[in-house]
T-cell receptor, first 107, second 115 residues
Framework: GQNIDQPTEMTATEGAIVQINCTYQ??????LFWYQQHAGEAPTFLSY????GLEEKGRFSSFLSRSKGYSYLLLKELQMKDSASYLC????????FGAGTTVTVRA | DTGVSQNPRHKITKRGQNVTFRCDPI?????LYWYRQTLGQGPEFLTY????????KSRLLSDRFSAERPKGSFSTLEIQRTEQGDSAMYLC?????????????FGPGTRLTVL
C-alpha cells in the first residue's frame, strides 16, 4: 500500500521562506514529484527527485532522502501567486499523491 | 495549444445516468492516465494505458467504470449508473516513455456533479 503524509495547511508572509515536508511509505519507488495546484485547476509540475539530495529550480528547491522516506519542498521569496495547494507524489509508473498542503501567502 | 485537453470541462447529471468524458493527450505521448480528485484530497489513480493497452486498473474502479483508448491516441472514461459519490474532478494525464520514470502532464479536468 501507499502512505504519503504532508501537512494540511501552512501560512507565511510575502517574501518569506516556507518548507513543506512529505513523508512516504510505498511499495514501489521511481522518484518523487512535487506539483502545484491552484483552486479549480490542473496540477502543474514543479520539481522531481530520484536520487538523494537537493534539486534547485529558481525559487523552488526539493530535497529527497530515500533511506528516511522523506522529502521537502522549499519555496523562497514567497509571492502572493504562490498561494496554492502543493502535492507530493511518489512515482511508480503511476503517481500516488498526498492530500496536499494548502499554502496561504499573506501580504 | 499542445497540452492535454479534456471535454467536457463540467458535467452535471442526475443519479442513475451514464456519462462519458474524453481526454486528448499530448501528441506522441504513449502513456495516458486517469485520476479522480475530491475536494481537499490529492488525485487518486484510476487506470493507465500504454498505447492502446490498459495495463492497470485501481481497485477504486468499480464495474460501473470503463475506460478505452482504442487507437492509442485519445481516451474515454465512461461511468454507468452514476451515484452521488461519483461527484469529483476527473483528471487525465499523459507522458512519454517506457520506464517507470516519466513526467506526467495533466489536463484541466472534468468536474462531475451527480444530483
Amino acid at each position: 500500500g501507499q502512505n504519503i503524509d504532508q501537512p494540511t495547511e501552512m501560512t507565511a508572509t510575502e517574501g518569506a521562506i516556507v518548507q513543506i515536508n512529505c513523508t512516504y511509505q510505498t511499495s514501489g519507488f521511481n522518484g518523487l514529484f512535487w506539483y502545484q495546484q491552484h483552486a479549480g485547476e490542473a496540477p502543474t509540475f514543479l520539481s522531481y527527485n530520484v536520487l538523494d539530495g537537493l534539486e534547485e529550480k529558481g525559487r523552488f528547491s526539493s530535497f529527497l532522502s530515500r533511506s528516511k522516506g522523506y522529502s521537502y519542498l522549499l519555496l523562497k521569496e514567497l509571492q502572493m501567486k504562490d498561494s496554492a495547494s502543493y502535492l507530493c507524489a511518489v512515482n511508480d509508473y503511476k503517481l500516488s499523491f498526498g492530500a496536499g498542503t494548502t499554502v496561504t501567502v499573506r501580504a | 495549444d499542445t497540452g492535454v485537453s479534456q471535454n467536457p470541462r463540467h458535467k452535471i447529471t442526475k443519479r442513475g445516468q451514464n456519462v462519458t468524458f474524453r481526454c486528448d493527450p499530448i501528441s506522441e505521448h504513449n502513456r495516458l492516465y486517469w485520476y479522480r480528485q475530491t475536494l481537499g484530497q490529492g488525485p487518486e489513480f484510476l487506470t493507465y494505458f500504454q498505447n492502446e493497452a490498459q495495463l492497470e486498473k485501481s481497485r477504486l474502479l468499480s464495474d460501473r467504470f470503463s475506460a478505452e483508448r482504442p487507437k492509442g491516441s485519445f481516451s474515454t472514461l465512461e461511468i454507468q449508473r452514476t451515484e452521488q459519490g461519483d461527484s469529483a474532478m476527473y483528471l487525465c494525464a499523459s507522458s512519454f516513455g517506457s520506464t517507470g520514470t516519466t513526467l506526467q502532464f495533466f489536463g484541466p479536468g472534468t468536474r462531475l456533479t451527480v444530483l
